[in-house]
């Protein structure tokens, strides 16, 4: 069985995107318009597929549904994970995420979605939209259907290599000049809260005012209960940024030789920074792979790079 499986992103073309993403990470995409960049997916709208080895060619559902040894036999009727990066060339709208059972319910079975935020890289004193400062329901609702924009999100700063989880129910934006890594359970399912009025060929894009009401979180939990705080001291090992009942994430430096093993069927993997090897692979910031069942109990990496790695 093979070890490391190398992935092909599938690129978001946005209203909001730039070329940043494909600059800095070195993708071979055309186009100014580039918002996300989906690089280990097996969702409908953007899917990846398997760029070298045995798989070559196949879709990451494929994989999933066809050989499920890879991922040790992990349950479950659809991949679970969608690791992306997002480059904001402009502020994205403020939005909010259903949670399983009300996606299910309300979105044709669809999963909900918690998410987490690596902040690659920031503007200096950069601010993100998490959370509201709503003390009750009948606060959000008059806020919200008078127009109190400004009132009703709250700003908090944020730094390159900040962890923040943002659970469904959290409304949130990231703004100009942010780009994140993020992992997510594997859904798109988005709530749009607040536009900022913003009118794009003559027309304003779409608001779902009621499924927002229906799942914000009131009142929102403290911005501290969002930003996870994680001291990067590993020069060559691993750091545990957040573990929860849908994923857990860490980072990985590699400088020289590092082997570690994970506690999990299989191991999403994304190149953030420098070069290096992953087994017998060559990988550079920006690649993104899984590490299959055979691998993840002792994970092989030299090189000089750093990673974020995901599993369920
Ligand atoms: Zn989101």
Redesign the pocket.
Known sequence: MEKVILLNPYFSHTIWGGRKLAEDFGYDEPGDDIGECWGISAHPSGECTVSCGEFEGKRLSELWNDHRELFGNAQGDRFPLLVKIIDAGDDLSI?V?PGDEYAKLHEDGSLG?K?CWYVLDCPENAELVIGHNAKNEDELRSMVSGGRWNELIRKVKVRKGEVIQ?DPGTV?SITAGICILETQQSSDI?YRLYDYDRVRDGKKRELHLDKSLDVITVPAPSPEDHIIGYSDTADNGVTKLIECDKYSISKVRVNGDLSFACDAGFVCATVINGSGRVFDKDVKKGSHMLITAEGAGDIRMSGDMELIISHI
Do not use: G, L, V
Request: overall charge neutral; cysteine-free; hydrophobic content about 15%.
């Open positions: 939005q995420h979605k998410e943002i949130h988005t």
